[in-house]
Each structure stands twice: as C-alpha cells, then as structure tokens.
C-alpha cells in the first residue's frame, strides 16, 4: 500500500508557509499501513501540477492533492486536474447551495467567483466541505485513486477525518503498522547507536529502529509491521522493555514527552515544589517549565539574576564567592540554588550559571560552559557542563541539561 | 535560474517531523532570484533518493539536499551520494579533526560512527561544518550544482548562510534584486492589507509587496528586481519612506530585526536598564530580552511570580490588592512592575498577569486575557489585551504586547 502527497501552492515555494499538511496527512496515512514514499509540492504552474500527477501514476494507491482551490485567479487545480484526467468542469447545485448557505451565514454576499468554486470536475465524486466553501474531489484512474483538497489545514483536516480516511480503510484491508516513541536524553546520536548496536542487530525482521535528534532530545521510534495486531504489540513490547534495559539511563519517557512534561508528572505525583534561579539561561527554563499546563500546581516562580546584584541581594549569593570563584563557577550555581530555595520556600530550586556566548568566554571558562545546581532538603548537586558556541542552542542546551539534573533529583528523592 | 529542493528523512514522510528546512532554503534561494519549482522529501531509502536526484538531473542549476547525514545505520545519504556521484567514500582528515576537536570540546570519546562521519564522497568538495559534525558536499555534474547538508536545522543554515549562499549568488549574477523587509507589530494582516491597499497599487511594476506573518509580527517585505543598483535602491527607498509615512504606528523595525532587539538597541542608546515581573508569561519575556547578546547591559533580572506568595513577597503587591482585584487584574500588574523597578532599581519594569490557558478563564476575566504594566520614573502604564485560547500562543502574544508597550515607552522617554 503506497502513498504520494502533493502540495500545490506559491506560497510554500517560496518560503511564506511552512507545509504543515504533509506531516499531518503522512501521519494519518502511516498510522493506516500507507508507505507514503513521496512529498512533493510544486507551484501553482500548470506543467509542474501535471508534471507531479503524471509522475505518481501507476506507481501508487493513493495520491493526496492540496491547495490550489481557492476563489482568486492563482488557484488552477482544478482546471488542471480536468486536463490530467479528460474532463471539464460542471456546476454542482448542491455544492452551490451549501455555498450559498455558507456565505449568507458569514454575512457575505455571493459573487461569480464563490459561485465558480461550485464548478467541479465532470469525472470526480464530490466530497463536501462542511468546513469552507472548496469541495474535496475524489477521481480514480489506472487503479491510483487521486484526492483533491483545499489547502487550508482545517478544512483539508475535515475531508480528510470525515470522508477520506474512512474510506482509504474500509477499501484497503491493511497491514498493521504500530509506532512506539521512547525519548531520551543525555547523549550524543553517534554513542547512542554505539551502544544499541546489537539490540538494533537482534530485532526482529518486521521491526525497524530509527534515531530522530531535535536539539538535545533524542527519540527512539520502533517501527513494527504486521497482519495480527496483538502479536505486533507484544513483538514491540518485548523490544521496548530491552531499550529499557540497556539504556536506563538515558531515557525518561515515551511518545513525545517533554523533560518539561515529565517533570511535572514526577512533581505532581511526589507533591512537591520547584522553582529556578536562572543566570545564563535567562528564563528559558522558567518558560519551558510554564508551557505546560497546570504547570501553577508545583512551580512557584524564579529569579532571573542576570546581573551580580540580584545574584547577592536577592538570592544570598555571598559577595566573597564572587570575588573569589567567579559568577559562573560551582560554588555561586550552588548559592543560588540554596538561597532560592530558602527564598521562595520549595522542596527543589535548579540554578544555572555560564556563558552562553558569543562574548565573555575565557580559556580556563569557554563560552559554551555552564555550571548546573539543584538544591534539595537533601543538598545540593552540581553538574558543569560544555556545549558549543551559538547563543541560542546553548541557551537550550543549558536548560534541558538543568531540566534532567531535575529529574534525576525527584526521581531519586 | 531554477533550483529544486530534496529533504530526506523517514520522520518526514510519517509526519514526526514537519519539514521546516525547505521553506527557509525556499525563503533564501528566492531572495538571490531563483525559482524553487520543486520541493521532494523522500525515505532514507537508496531508490527514492537516487530518484529523486535523476529527476533534477539537467533540469535546474541548484539542487539543495537535506538530511541522512547523521552516524548512524538509517543515514545512507553519502553512500547514494557515491553512487550517483560514481565516486567512493574517502576519509578526509582535516574534517576528522574538527570533528576530534569538538568531541574532546564536549568531553566525549570519539568512536568508528563519528570517524565515519570524516569520510566523504571522493569527487566532492568539503563544506567544513563548524556547528556540527556531519559536513556538507558540493557536487557539479553536467551543470547541474548539488548540495547536500546535515538535516539539523541549526547546522544547515550555518552552511547555508556561511558557504552555500555566499557562492551562488557569486556564480548567479543575473538580475539585480533587492529586498527590504519593514518589521510591523500591533494589527492583523487583512487589516494591514486593507490600509495598503493603495500604496500597494501605487507601486511600481518592478516592486512587489510581500505580507509575511509570524506570530503577530508582520514583515512587510519589498522586493525589487532592476538592471542598475543606485536606481533600484533610490527606487526601493522612496517607497518605503511612503511605507513609513502610511503606518508610522505599526513600524517597529526593518530587515529581520525583533522586538526585543530594537528595544536592546533603545536602551542602549538611552544608557537605561530593564527588569520583567512576569506571571503568566512565565520567563519568556525575559528569555525574548537575553536571547539578544549583550543583553546583559541592559537587563538586570527578573522576578517570574507563579504564585501569588511571591507577587507579595518579593514585588510587594499589597494582599488588599489581590483580594479585592484578583491577581489577574491592572491593579496587580501595576504593583507588580512598580515592586520590579524598586527591588532591581532600573529605569523601567514590565509585568504581565493575565491567563494562558487552557483552564482558569471565567466569564468576566476569558483565557486569554492579559494586564501589561510598564512603570518608569514617569509613572505606570497599563494594557489589556485579550488574545485566544492556545496556551503557547498565547504566552507568546502576550510577551510581545508586553515588548512593544515597553518599546513605546522608552522612545517617548
């Protein structure tokens, strides 16, 4: 079962969107058995529509179309397909009345080109778009069955949920694919795959291993395919509690948990508090802390010391420490994990200190260094660690490591 | 000038990862006047990159190629690159020891992957990748230029802002272009469409105007296209003086310029200081201000008060005042950025209060709703703002009102 996606819009071409719907159309089409083998997206030109139609014909089951059907004079799919597939265009008065409806709902009046976006090709099923005024268009062809969709992620999402999907699955009886995401932190993608070499080796045939990093964050996804789906789902099972077994380590959670995330289950489920004393990461963890909902429950607030002042005054950093070990140093990540904890009256505080660049680095203390403190009824830790030379990817860097060291701490505690 | 664009990776295709590469690679080859026609994701599978790259053969000048790059099994870029290419793999020793250097930088042992990660294809010239490991290779084959980089966003806009670009434009000289990018806050695109909608008309046939949105900042951009520069830049500049004079109140910045940039560059100029005492905002405000290096002159900390314990506390907003107004309300805003200013002892403070969502809203007070304070010597000023019901977008929008009532402020000091 294969499937090709094409996207057909200026405006991705050229950079002014992103193509969020090939994601999200390859997501639904693998959870439903599709190899989608293909993204393309190609202007609204005539010949490069053509071009991408032709070059999927014959070689797939399935091929989904977006954009391009739209009510302005740039939009020419649907003249385009007419050509690819021998046929011209028809007024659907069912279509046009839904239009109608529609638009005098929204307080607009119709004009001849709302009354044009009823117009359809002859050949193609109709799927009507409860959600905007362009209808979805299912044509078939040589056994590759092609869908037309509007462009705009809403109204492509409800074609695609109500009327497309339900129909690829009830047509093609598939294979069963099932995804298992185990996140991971703490480690480069080079050493990660050092030390899974042999479980990568022993997996089963019909299970694939694949290394997604995203700034820091390492995700393991198992792939497994199948045709019964309990004995895929034990097959993979069984594999993911060997991951668990060889890299404890280094992961913390599964599917597309956050560190952030995970910490505040821990927190909750502990019943305990946190709150940060941020230097060079100058509020990122706060931030990132924060984005999770219902985050108010366990996280109290922070100070950002940016300048030394705050760092004495506020968080009771000694001025002798300062002086004589410097403000990005163990011994002032430690005072300032202590001093915000006592301030603010939780069970942990994580603090950071370093320099995240591109200025202010020094031989024995290169930009890029960062000293990491988590204090606790039972202490303080402290971790110095080393990243690279851009300002804002250390910026992240330091706050995920902060974030783990967290972890770590309430995991333990 | 065509180009074409290939982003390889499995986790495209299943819709883990949105492909963000291309539109900025999109973004940047139409600045330097090419015509992407064409944007291909394909597997990490030999067959479709080797297909997709027979299918730009001889078609376009430039094709641009992303990912498989990495050390590990499922990255077979190089190897199809080889074939294509009829070259083999060599190892490159200079690319071996920055690699070397920056494993020992960060404290891990090198191991066969990341060697492996050295060798490159033997017919190919090394673009030396100074913010990763995997380096880029340029290939030319029957006047067809391909370039293949690391899939990391981060370390594929090193190479293309560093090497890449610098030489086709060098090699491409064709048509003059210039673009100005006029950065605006504080209305809607349509809006702005709207009240440029005669300015638009108005201008010459060889410029054309661009809307480009991004999370409530919209870039107005102008491209021109001409045969002799100073008239093209005398061109350009006159209508953005007109831009400048039909949205004086939107126009915050040019080029790529952010809010918190240009506030940086006022208090600089000014020789004054800023602090945040941030609530639901939760540290992204002041993450916004220290993501701008330098920052440190400037910005002195923060106060992030979750809880109302520490809007007390620390900023010394009256108890009388939270009960009787609720924390999310301008009186506690106000309280909060006058604690901020007097704790810290800066020229000016911001503090948000608001309700990010998804829960806490009620009828009177919706998620969504933001009080923005601003307090300098010149007193307080204080917005309400409601924006929607997403939580990360609504902490962003709320951080950026916050940044631009400061901006206001400070140039009317």
Redo the contacts between chains.
């Keep these: 079962m294969k499937a090709a996606i094409i996207t057909i819009g200026d405006e ?9 719907n ?9 959870k439903s058995g599709f190899d ?8 609204d030109r005539r010949e ?1 529509i053509i071009y991408a139609l032709n ?1 999927a014909a014959g070689k797939t089951d399935v091929v989904l179309i977006t954009g391009g059907l739209g009510p302005t004079s740039d939009d020419i799919t649907k003249q385009t397909l007419c050509e690819f597939f021998n046929t011209h265009l028809v007024m659907n008065y069912e279509v046009l009345s839904m239009i109608e409806v529609m638009m005098s709902h929204r307080n607009f009046p119709m004009n001849d080109k709302n009354r044009r976006q009823a117009e359809v090709p002859e050949s193609c099923r109709v799927l009507k778009n409860a959600a905007g005024t362009a209808p979805g268009m299912w044509f078939e062809k040589n056994s590759t069955i092609y869908i037309s969709m509007p462009g705009v992620p809403h109204e492509m999402k409800y074609l695609m949920k109500e009327l497309v999907l339900p129909e690829l699955n009830q047509r093609f009886t598939s294979q069963i694919i099932i ?1 298992r995401n185990i996140m991971t932190y703490g480690t ?4 990660l ?2 030390i899974l070499a042999d479980f ?1 080796s022993g997996l089963p045939e019909n299970i ?7 700034s820091g964050v390492i ?1 393991l ?1 198992l ?1 497994g395919t199948g045709s019964e789906h309990d004995h895929l789902l034990n097959l993979i099972n069984e594999q993911v509690r060997k991951l668990y077994a060889t890299i404890p380590e280094f992961i913390y959670g599964e599917d597309e948990e956050s560190l952030e995330m995970v910490i505040g289950k821990l927190l909750m489920a502990k019943n305990k508090t946190v709150v ?1 004393a ?1 230097s060079c ?7 990132l ?3 999770v ?4 429950v366990y ?9 030394n ?2 760092k004495t005054q ?1 968080l009771g950093v000694q001025d002798y420490i300062l002086t004589r070990y410097g403000s990005v140093s163990e011994n002032t990540a430690k005072e300032m994990a202590v001093g915000a904890r006592n ?2 009256n939780t069970d942990f505080a994580i603090s950071t200190s370093g320099i ?4 202010g680095g020094t031989e024995a203390k ?1 930009v ?1 260094t960062v000293w990491i403190a988590v204090a606790s009824e039972r202490g303080t830790v402290c971790e110095k660690r ?8 250390n ?1 992240t860097r330091f706050s995920l490591a902060a974030l783990n060291l967290l972890r770590k701490q309430i995991i333990n505690y």
Excluded: C
Excluded at 281 to 287: A, L, R, V
């Design positions: 991705l071409l050229i950079g002014q969107t992103i193509d969020t090939s994601a999200w159309m390859g997501a639904e089409l693998s989608v083998y293909r993204i393309t997206s190609v202007h490069d070059e995804h480069f993608e080079s050493k795959a050092d990568e694939k291993l694949a290394y997604l990093p995203a995700k996804r792939t940060t941020e990461t100058g509020g990122e963890i706060s931030h802390i924060t984005s909902p219902g985050s108010s996280y109290k607030g922070s100070v950002i010391a940016y300048s002042s705050v506020l301030l603010f995240a660049g591109p200025d290169p890029g080393v990243f690279g030379n851009d300002r804002i990817t910026i």
